[in-house]
Each structure stands twice: as C-alpha cells, then as structure tokens.
C-alpha cells in the first residue's frame, strides 16, 4: 500500500505543483503578448490599473457603425487603421477629438482588415458621397505595412449598402447568448503550454517556439521594473520584408497613389505607421545583434510623398524620451503616453494646414 501511495505521489504531486503555480501566475485576460506567449504574470502588471485615469476618458469621437449612412454626414478627419487605432477612450484619435473644432469619424475594427485596401475601396465605391472629411488617417502597425500594400485587392468596392448589411451582421451577433464550456485547466492545453514555455524560456528568446520573444534590455522600460522586452514574433519574422528597400517603395507608391485620388475628392491623405516594439527599443536590447536593425522608418522618411507623413517613431523618441512605459508592458500596442503624443501632433498638423 505504501509503495503503491508513493508511485502515486510521484506521479501525482509534479501536475499538482504545475497546476498551483499556473493558477497563481498564468492569466489569459492581461496583455496579448502574456496571453500568446503563456507568460508568467510574476509583476501582476496591468495596464488598466497603471492608466486607469486615461482608460476612463469620455469618447469624444464618432464611431462609424452608429451613423445613419443614408443622410449627409460631416467631419474633420476619418481615421482608417488597424488595432493601434481601436483603444477607445486611451486611443490617439480620442486625443485628437479633444479638440472641439476637430470632428473626428472612427472606421471599426470589425468591417476591414486592410487599411489600404479599405480607402481604395471607399474610391471605388460611394461611400465618400455621403461622407465628407477634410482628411483621412491610414494607419498601420509597421510589421503588415509594406505586405498590405503587396497584397491588396485595387478592384474592391466598398458601398453603403454592403456596410449597412456587415453591421447589421455584426450586432446580431453581439446579441447572440454565446455559451462557452467550461475548461478543465487541469489538464487543459494552456496550462501545460505555460509550464513549458516558463522552462524554456531560462534557455531561448522565444522558448524555442513561443509566438513571443522575451529579451533582456540595458535599463527598465516599464513600471514593472525589470530589465524584460516582450516583442510578437512577427516583428522579428517580417524584417525581412519591411527592410526590402523595393518593397517600401511599392508601398509608398501605393499610398502616393491613394493620396493623389483623395486629392481629387478634396481629401487629404495622412499617413500613420505605428513602430513595432522590436523596432521602437531595438537600441536598448543587450543582444540586439541577434537580429537585424530594421530599417523600415529609415528606408520610407526619405522617399518622395504625395501625402503627409508622421514619423511616429521619431516622434514618440522626442517627446516620450527616457519615460517608462510609452508601449504597454505586456502587450503589443504603444500605452495611452503614446497615444497623447500622437493625437497632439495630428492637431498640430491639421490646424497648420
């Protein structure tokens, strides 16, 4: 019996240590870089609570789903991006919208996915008829940018009608009771995930096959005082294409393209790329040279341009130098310090034009 006891513990007590320490350290509701690379949350850092004031502004923009698309509608600017541009009441066009002499038109998340893709469309369909803007905002994370602009299809045509059935669509579904089953975390496939990678990590950047890289840096970055950079791996994956020299000069060309089109609707173009976390600290990791620098912001400053240009890399090193926390800690997307620097230097740029 006692044999039999002790075989048991040994196979038991290993899964029972497993399952306490990632019930204390493992969260799936944190930053998307804890979640994705099965992070341990050992600096209990939450960027709600660091921002807590910020996140609890009131939006002062339009949200282009609630907008009866059948009447004339009015606005200073229309912003068409990517998750850098769906923060909500922390993101750069509510700072934006700040000022009461901007209006400000936000595209949702949900209706597109191709920023560049999505204004080509608006052009070849009608929904600028009824909408009337001063100046569109393209924005971009840096890592899709240059592939967007390889990609896209130039012949979609966007209209009113297909908007209104997409976002009819989509608030059926929010009204949908989704039921969800409740996991067994015992033995479920995080769970096992974030023992290994919590192992692996001690040994390789990206714990050998995470989908995020944890690096060491020569000074804290963020409030959680550690010496710790997490960065998606497809920052690190598409340098190959963002630093394609050729490859940035198709994209600029594209958007010269957009640029001059909206030119001829009255619409000015602004274009907004968001530096990857890799990219915006490269300078400060100790093992930097373990990837290559990229190049992307260096390579497109320099080349001819129909359109406005923010270079929110050079900008947000200006203004947010030497302070913590400008990215959020543990996630992808740039903090509400950011967001402020940008959303003031876009004010700056409309009100001088």
Known sequence: MKKFLYKTAVFVVPFLLIFLLSFKYYTDTKGDLLRLGFIADIYNYDFNKVFKKEMARKINYTVFSELNLKKQNNFTVFAIGDSFSEQGAAGYQNYLANNSTIKVLHYDRFLHENPIETVTGFLNGNVLDNIKVDYIILQSVERVFVERALVFNKKIKITNDSLTTLINKHKEKLREVVKEKT???????????FSLNTIC????????????YQVKTKKKLFSTNNHNLLFYTEDYEFLKTNNDVKKINILNNELNTLAKRLKNKGIKLIVLPCPD???????????KDKYAKPIFFDCLKNLNKEYIYIDAKKVLQEKAKNKKDVYFYDDTHWSPIAAKIIGSKLDEIINTK
């Open 183 to 193: 996991k067994d975390k015992f033995f479920s496939r995080e769970i096992l995930r």
């Open 201 to 212: 990590y001690n040994f390789d950047d990206n714990a050998y096959l995470s989908t995020v």
């Open 277 to 287: 976390k890799l990219d915006f600290y490269y300078d400060e990791i100790i093992s």
